[in-house]
């Protein structure tokens, strides 16, 4: 069983960014054209804590919206105001927009320099929340830094000469994040030092190369606060924040093929539900796993579910998949998700563990 909200958005989005539980911001990502930034409100009857009786609105609605002249790969919203953060092609810059108060407009109003110019990367992006935000932000280690958002001054820069290229920045507090080098290194880095991450050097044993993102999340097997990794070819590893070295389990997912766009591989951690989590970039599903009897290496796994809505069929019935481009678990409803795809839809929908409810 699945409650399903489709929406047909007029351009691809790779970015779903949660602001509070009833909206989230939404970017097109195509090159040489301009791309519209939206912020959609859910639909009314996801907005509500029970099940109130029948709504008639179902559909999502476009609160503000703007025009970027670039590709926004990664948005970011500024925690207590209403400021966003977008990076994207071509990556000399990251562009700072704010959502209007007293109208339907997201304008842009600045932008934060990027020193290390490089023709097909483009910095990733995190927010550092706190009375001054700071903006983390860059494409490879050497270019790691936090700008003050107001004043644009740098307060911390990784300093070394480090060329590995990264997937993903994690802010996890006040003072620490998180990195994920698309070689699969694991890195932890407390700004109050200098640069001395406690880190994994390689990706999971047994890998095959390829591409790899990660998140920080859940409280996995019981280990406190945990980290997933996912790569290319859908092998997916847990390791202990406490000893990135020694991955706590590592297992293969059953993927048909590796993902044909590794930039769009995700893991996300549930935020509501111990020990799940959801996996896409592989094909037109996102797949949900629980991981609490994981360990060992190697073993292959099954989803606890898998949602199909992206996939339909063709006047053949043959299987036509767009491929997911990205999704995210709602702040506040454990088992409901969103996901967008190649082909402009986007979904929101639950998903009931169907051996629990058994």
């Known amino acids: 069983y699945q409650d399903f909200h489709a929406f047909d958005l007029s351009e691809a989005t790779r970015v779903l960014e949660w602001i509070g539980d009833k909206g989230v911001f939404v970017a097109g990502y195509e090159s040489q054209k301009k791309n519209e930034i939206l912020h959609l409100i859910l639909p009314l009857r996801l907005s509500v804590k029970e099940n109130q009786g029948l709504f008639p609105e179902r559909d999502f609605k476009v609160r503000h919206g703007g025009f970027s002249d670039r590709s926004v790969f990664d948005l970011k919203h500024v925690p207590d105001t209403r400021l966003l953060v977008t990076s994207g092609l071509p990556g000399c810059y990251l562009q700072v927009w704010q959502v209007a108060e007293d109208s339907d407009v997201i304008k842009a109003v600045g932008t934060i320099a990027v020193h290390e110019k490089e023709g097909h990367l483009w910095p990733r992006v995190a927010i550092f929340s706190s ?33 590995d290229e990264l997937s993903s920045l994690q802010v996890l507090d006040a003072d ?39 998140e ?31 991955p706590v389990s ?19 951690w549930a935020p509501g539900l111990d020990n799940c989590l959801a996996i896409s970039g592989f094909d037109g599903t996102v797949q949900v796993y629980n991981v609490t ?53 986007l979904h929101v929908w639950d998903w009931v563990d169907l051996c629990a409810s058994g």
């Open 131 to 163: 009375v001054a935000p700071g903006v983390l932000h860059g494409a490879r280690l050497s270019s790691l830094k936090v700008v003050d958002l107001e004043s644009q001054k740098t307060t911390y820069t990784s300093g070394v000469s480090d060329s």
């Open 176 to 214: 620490t994040f998180a990195f994920c080098c698309a070689s699969g290194r694991l890195g932890l880095v407390d700004t109050r030092q200098k640069w001395a991450p406690s880190e994994s050097l390689s990706s999971c044993p047994g890998s095959g190369g390829g591409r790899w993102c990660a």
């Open 216 to 246: 920080v999340g859940g409280r996995g097997q019981g280990h406190g606060c945990s980290i997933a990794s996912l790569g290319s070819d859908g092998q997916l590893c847990l390791l202990d924040h406490r000893d990135l070295s020694h």
């Open 250 to 268: 590592s297992v293969q997912c059953p993927v048909s093929t590796p993902s044909p766009d590794p930039e769009l591989l995700r893991v996300t």
């Open 293 to 345: 009897s994981w360990d060992g290496m190697g073993g292959q796994v099954e989803p606890l579910f898998t949602h199909r809505g992206h996939v339909f069929l063709d006047g053949n019935g043959i299987d036509t998949a767009p491929l997911v481009t990205t999704h995210t678990w709602h702040p506040q409803k454990p088992r409901t998700l969103l996901s967008a795809a190649s082909d402009a839809s």
